[in-house]
């Protein structure tokens, strides 16, 4: 009897074993995964998308705001009259019926029908009152000036997630201030599929996108746009684009391409205006890159303004090949006031050479010729320097009048911009401030870059380039009573080898007013047809939009 006992005993005690180590299994070691999947027998993941960040102006005005909309969704199982409901959802949604029908035969307490509808629609499918149709809050992006300043704002699209995202631009580049920071809450529902309660996640809370606040000025984005498509269409041109910065501070007051697209239809479009030529497309400058290399021989002391060019009586052979002036006009003894104003190019050849490979690249280098300017925008590109050991005489000669090497328009203009800034160069900058969730605001310092000439230089080489304005080939576009620096650019366009005589790149930079520099800008315009040089075609475009912007900030003639 006694066995017996303990055989029941030890029986007993097994199966308590047995259950305890079954209990323990089920609500430790799977204890996550049953609770998911009981949570979903009866409720569904939300995942909580917060407020994307504006996008504003220099004034405070939205440049990309945020509109209201809704995701229109399905209860399957409280739907009594699915044929019906379908047809009557499918006119309002713009979906078809069939599609429509196929969610509500799920057997799923939460089917998403349509997203982004507007709250005029949500209204109306509303009054219908239809049994197992709701509504979620959604935000979409609204751009309030519509197209202006599209290729600098970039635009919001959907990730590989259904999500939110911004590319290109300001968008791309500033995603994740703008976005925002999600959460997940569990929505339960009661026995009929009706959503009784909503928790969020213990360890995320969702915080709203910061504010940008941009150094973009609306008056003159609207200035530069509207110059610029002008001259575009005046002068036959396949594009064009400009660039305004102020010179003291490296802040992006406008920045404009032609042509560009809607960015509330950018799908309407094609790719490739989605990116901003300005930061993304590489050219070769021309003329307007002399004003670089004239300045590093200045300031290397290599030539002074009145050194005479003892090789410009006529064509200069290197290499076995032979440059020439733009008009094929030659001067002996011309000055290197007269070679910038004339844009001679066996000038620019004799300063390059007077200033020899080594001191050029170093000087480039300086200037940030090579390597990215570090603007606060998606898509920016470059093309560095040849090793020295790569270099030839002949391509000394042609970089010193700007073929041969290849660079962005931002990396010009913000290299250009050390002479307006007494030789100090500044990081160009889009975005000024940003505004947190908590209304903290962090200020975006201006950074200085480097120092590639001196003040005295940069004081010298503005005289110089005022000069060119005045008694160049652009001055009858100049703006009278102003002293403006600049320097006008033809440069060839490289096709299968060779350089096409009749497609050019036309442009013009320089700043304003020249002694107490407000701007400054570079004007592109790609292969215009009524005329292939820049003192015809982007000079009048330039002081056209120069002489707006200093009537918009009140500077008078003197």
Same mark, same amino acid.
């Given at each position: 009897?006694?066995?017996?006992?303990?055989f029941s005993l030890f029986f007993l005690?097994? #199966?308590?074993?047995?259950?305890?180590?079954?209990?323990?299994?089920?609500?430790?070691?799977?204890?996550?995964?049953?609770?998911?999947?009981?949570?979903?027998?009866?409720?569904?993941?939300?995942?909580?998308?917060?407020?994307?960040?504006?996008?504003?102006?220099?004034?405070?005005?939205?440049?990309?705001?945020?509109?209201?909309?809704?995701?229109?969704?399905?209860?399957?199982?409280?739907?009594?009259?699915?044929?019906?409901?379908?047809?009557?959802?499918?006119?309002?949604? @713009?979906?078809?019926?069939?599609?429509?029908?196929?969610?509500?035969?799920?057997?799923?307490?939460?089917?998403?029908?349509?997203?982004?509808?507007?709250?005029?629609?949500?209204?109306?499918?509303?009054?219908?009152?239809?049994?197992?149709?709701?509504?979620?809050?959604?935000?979409?992006?609204?751009?309030?000036?519509?197209?202006?300043?599209?290729?600098?704002?970039?635009?919001?699209? /959907?990730?590989?997630?259904?999500?939110?995202?911004?590319?290109?631009?300001?968008?791309?580049?500033?995603?994740?201030?703008?976005?925002?920071?999600?959460?997940?809450?569990?929505?339960?529902?009661?026995?009929?599929?009706?959503?009784?309660?909503?928790?969020?996640?213990?360890?995320?809370?969702?915080?709203?996108?910061?504010?940008?606040?941009?150094?973009?000025?609306?008056?003159?984005?609207?200035?530069?746009?509207?110059?610029?498509?002008?001259?575009?269409?005046?002068?036959?041109?396949?594009?064009?684009?400009?660039?305004?910065?102020?010179?003291?501070?490296?802040?992006?007051?406008?920045?404009?391409?032609?042509?560009?697209?809607?960015?509330?239809?950018?799908?309407?479009?094609?790719?490739?205006?989605?990116?901003?030529?300005?930061?993304?497309?590489?050219?070769?400058?021309?003329?307007?890159?002399?004003?670089?290399?004239?300045?590093?021989?200045?300031?290397?002391?290599?030539? @002074?303004?009145?050194?005479?060019?003892?090789?410009?009586?006529?064509?200069?052979?290197?290499?076995?090949?032979?440059?020439?002036?733009?008009?094929?006009?030659?001067?002996?003894?011309?000055?290197?006031?007269?070679?910038?104003?004339?844009?001679?190019?066996?000038g620019m050849v004799f300063a390059g050479?007077?200033?020899?490979?080594?001191?050029?690249?170093?000087?480039?280098?300086? #200037?940030?010729?090579?390597?990215?300017?570090?603007?606060?925008?998606?898509?920016?590109?470059?093309?560095?320097? /040849?090793?020295?050991?790569?270099?030839?005489?002949?391509?000394?000669?042609?970089?010193? #009048?700007?073929?041969?090497?290849?660079?962005?328009?931002?990396?010009?203009?913000?290299? #250009?911009?050390?002479?307006?800034?007494?030789?100090?160069?500044?990081?160009?900058?889009?975005?000024?401030?940003?505004?947190?969730?908590?209304?903290?605001?962090?200020?975006?310092?201006?950074?200085?870059?480097?120092?590639?000439?001196?003040?005295?230089?940069?004081?010298?080489?503005?005289?110089?380039?005022?000069?060119?304005?005045?008694?160049?080939?652009?001055?009858?576009?100049?703006?009278?009573?102003?002293?403006?620096?600049?320097?006008?650019?033809?440069?060839?366009?490289?096709?299968?080898?060779?350089?096409?005589?009749?497609?050019?790149?036309?442009?013009?930079?320089?700043?304003?007013?020249?002694?107490?520099?407000?701007?400054?800008?570079?004007?592109?315009?790609?292969?215009?047809?009524?005329?292939?040089?820049?003192?015809?075609?982007?000079?009048?475009?330039?002081?056209?939009?120069?002489?707006?912007?200093?009537?918009?900030?009140?500077?008078?003639?003197?």
């Amino acid at each position: 009897m006694i066995w017996r006992y303990r055989f029941s005993l030890f029986f007993l005690i097994f #199966f308590l074993l047995l259950v305890i180590l079954r209990l323990f299994y089920w609500q430790v070691v799977k204890a996550g995964e049953l609770s998911d999947l009981g949570r979903l027998q009866y409720g569904k993941y939300v995942n909580v998308m917060p407020k994307r960040g504006e996008i504003k102006a220099s004034d405070g005005f939205s440049l990309a705001a945020n509109k209201i909309n809704y995701l229109v969704f399905a209860n399957p199982k409280e739907i009594k009259d699915k044929e019906k409901n379908a047809l009557l959802l499918s006119s309002f949604l @713009e979906l078809d019926t069939a599609s429509i029908s196929a969610a509500f035969e799920k057997d799923l307490f939460w089917v998403p029908l349509k997203g982004e509808v507007e709250d005029s629609v949500k209204s109306e499918i509303k009054r219908l009152n239809l049994d197992g149709i709701g509504f979620e809050q959604q935000f979409s992006r609204l751009y309030p000036e519509s197209s202006m300043a599209a290729s600098l704002l970039g635009f919001v699209g /959907k990730d590989e997630n259904g999500e939110q995202k911004g590319y290109y631009g300001i968008e791309g580049f500033y995603n994740r201030q703008l976005k925002g920071r999600s959460s997940f809450a569990v929505q339960i529902h009661d026995a009929f599929g009706r959503p009784v309660l909503a928790r969020s996640s213990q360890d995320t809370s969702p915080v709203e996108g910061r504010d940008l606040i941009l150094n973009i000025d609306r008056s003159i984005q609207f200035i530069a746009e509207k110059a610029l498509k002008d001259g575009i269409e005046r002068y036959k041109a396949e594009g064009g684009m400009v660039g305004i910065i102020n010179p003291k501070t490296g802040g992006v007051l406008a920045m404009a391409t032609f042509p560009s697209f809607d960015p509330r239809d950018y799908s309407s479009y094609s790719s490739n205006l989605f990116k901003n030529p300005f930061i993304s497309s590489l050219y070769e400058p021309g003329s307007t890159f002399k004003s670089l290399i004239m300045s590093s021989a200045l300031d290397a002391g290599v030539v @002074e303004p009145q050194t005479k060019c003892n090789i410009c009586s006529g064509p200069v052979s290197i290499g076995g090949y032979q440059i020439k002036t733009w008009n094929d006009k030659y001067s002996s003894n011309i000055t290197m006031i007269d070679v910038i104003k004339n844009s001679d190019n066996t000038g620019m050849v004799f300063a390059g050479k007077s200033l020899g490979l080594e001191k050029l690249l170093k000087y480039l280098d300086s #200037f940030g010729i090579g390597s990215q300017t570090g603007i606060d925008l998606e898509g920016e590109i470059y093309q560095p320097l /040849k090793p020295i050991a790569n270099w030839y005489a002949i391509d000394l000669a042609t970089a010193s #009048f700007g073929q041969g090497i290849s660079i962005t328009p931002i990396e010009l203009l913000s290299a #250009f911009s050390a002479i307006a800034n007494q030789g100090k160069r500044m990081e160009p900058h889009v975005v000024s401030k940003i505004k947190t969730s908590k209304n903290q605001t962090i200020q975006i310092e201006p950074k200085l870059l480097g120092k590639p000439i001196s003040e005295k230089t940069a004081k010298v080489m503005t005289e110089i380039l005022v000069n060119a304005v005045d008694k160049g080939e652009a001055k009858w576009a100049k703006p009278k009573g102003y002293r403006i620096a600049g320097k006008t650019g033809t440069a060839q366009i490289p096709i299968a080898g060779h350089y096409d005589a009749d497609k050019t790149i036309a442009s013009f930079i320089g700043f304003a007013p020249a002694d107490d520099p407000k701007f400054a800008m570079l004007v592109i315009v790609d292969r215009p047809q009524t005329s292939i040089y820049g003192s015809e075609t982007a000079a009048p475009i330039f002081f056209d939009i120069a002489q707006k912007i200093l009537s918009y900030y009140e500077i008078p003639p003197q």
